[in-house]
């Protein structure tokens, strides 16, 4: 098994910047990729951005160019670094790792951007 735990959100002003943290711990050796999911009231999951071990990056179209996904591999973290925060962003981001099933991601931590 592995655990995941989120730090680093909170509120924001439109056009500011969250960096968001999750440490996994565990069975590390299993993990192969690491993101973030989010969810917004009302709207289904939507997979923000990815790592994988090998360094490959995938964002959603809707974060392009404005967040950035990085990887400690020695501490098992990864990052999240987002800037020009939009309203839309305002949502929970869960960390999952694996791609795998809610029940498997981290608690989740809260962002909100809001003037």
């Known amino acids: 098994q592995v655990q995941l735990v989120e730090s680093g959100g909170g509120l924001v002003p439109p056009g500011g910047s969250l960096r968001l943290s999750c440490a996994a711990s565990?069975?590390?050796?299993?993990?192969?990729?690491m993101g973030w999911y989010r969810q917004a009231p009302g709207k289904q999951h939507e997979m923000v951005a990815t790592?994988?071990?090998?360094?490959?990056?995938y964002y959603a179209d809707s974060v392009k160019g404005r967040f950035t996904i990085s990887r400690d591999y020695a501490k098992n973290t990864v990052f999240l670094q987002m800037d020009s925060l939009k309203p839309e962003d305002t949502a929970v981001y869960y960390c999952?790792?694996?791609?795998?099933?809610?029940?498997?991601w981290g608690q989740g931590t809260q962002v909100t951007v809001s003037s």
């Open positions: 565990g069975r590390t050796n299993s993990i192969y990729a």
């Open positions: 790592i994988t071990s090998g360094g490959s990056t």
């Open positions: 999952h790792y694996n791609y795998g099933k809610p029940n498997q």
